[in-house]
T-cell receptor, first 113, second 117 residues
Framework: GDSVTQMEGPVTLSEEAFLTINCTYT??????LFWYVQYPGEGLQLLLK?????DKGSNKGFEATYRKETTSFHLEKGSVQVSDSAVYFC????????????FGTGTRLTVIP | ETGVTQSPTHLIKTRGQQVTLRCSSQ?????VSWYQQALGQGPQFIFQ???????GRGNFPPRFSGLQFPNYSSELNVNALELDDSALYLC????????????????FGPGTRLTVL
């Protein structure tokens, strides 16, 4: 079935460092792909999305490109801030019926000053 | 516009007990989904309610049940609690426009942290 696989964490970076969090997917066809972020003590927030192959989603300095050749949707940011410390989830929708999402296991990012 | 709200924020129960969690959907939304997020894991889909009926279910046993009310709010009920039910329970609402294969963006609430002792 459809699924996403995220790089294992946690990830610790210094402020202003470059961030990459890897995500690969297995799916029939070309579903939309999402990155969600979960700040400490909060629920999930949609960070960015891409709805078709070669699309680039971007928000708050984060970017991810939907690459069908490598079935990947890696999250990147050029210069992280302490406020980016959170858990990041890659996700794709269930295409078989219910309007639900399949999530990766999440990657915890800690940014130190 | 009011976002998705959940109650209570935290809950402690003992094994074997029953629990009810509540969710109010975002204004204008007609569908509610529930997810279980165990510590250190991604959310797992429990089920979804649309038009007051279950519209899809993940790999969860029947002791996980739900309701959706005419105002689109929802409850998640868990009977015979087990230690492994300890998790963050997330509710998400969306506007389902019908048709399979089309995804309608979900908006998540802050979650209810359930601890089973």
């Amino acid at each position: 079935g459809d699924s996403v696989t995220q790089m294992e964490g946690p990830v610790t970076l210094s402020e202003e460092a470059f961030l990459t969090i890897n995500c690969t997917y297995t799916a029939t066809g070309y579903p939309s792909l999402f990155w969600y972020v979960q700040y400490p003590g909060e629920g999930l927030q949609l960070l960015l999305k891409a709805t078709k192959a070669d699309d680039k989603g971007s928000n708050k300095g984060f970017e991810a490109t939907y690459r069908k050749e490598t079935t990947s949707f890696h999250l990147e940011k050029g210069s992280v801030q302490v406020s980016d410390s959170a858990v990041y989830f890659c996700a794709l929708p269930d295409q078989t019926g219910a309007n639900n999402l399949f999530f990766g296991t999440g990657t915890r990012l800690t940014v130190i000053p | 516009e009011t976002g998705v709200t959940q109650s209570p924020t935290h809950l402690i129960k003992t094994r074997g007990q029953q629990v009810t969690l509540r969710c109010s959907s975002q204004s204008g939304h007609n569908t509610v989904s529930w997810y279980q997020q165990a510590l250190g894991q991604g959310p797992q889909f429990i089920f979804q309610y649309y038009r007051e009926e279950e519209n899809g279910r993940g790999n969860f046993p029947p002791r996980f049940s739900g309701l959706q009310f005419p105002n689109y709010s929802s409850e998640l009920n868990v009977n015979a609690l087990e230690l492994d039910d300890s998790a963050l329970y997330l509710c998400a609402s969306s506007l389902f426009l019908g048709g399979k294969g089309s995804y309608n963006e979900q908006f998540f609430g802050p979650g209810t942290r359930l601890t089973v002792l």
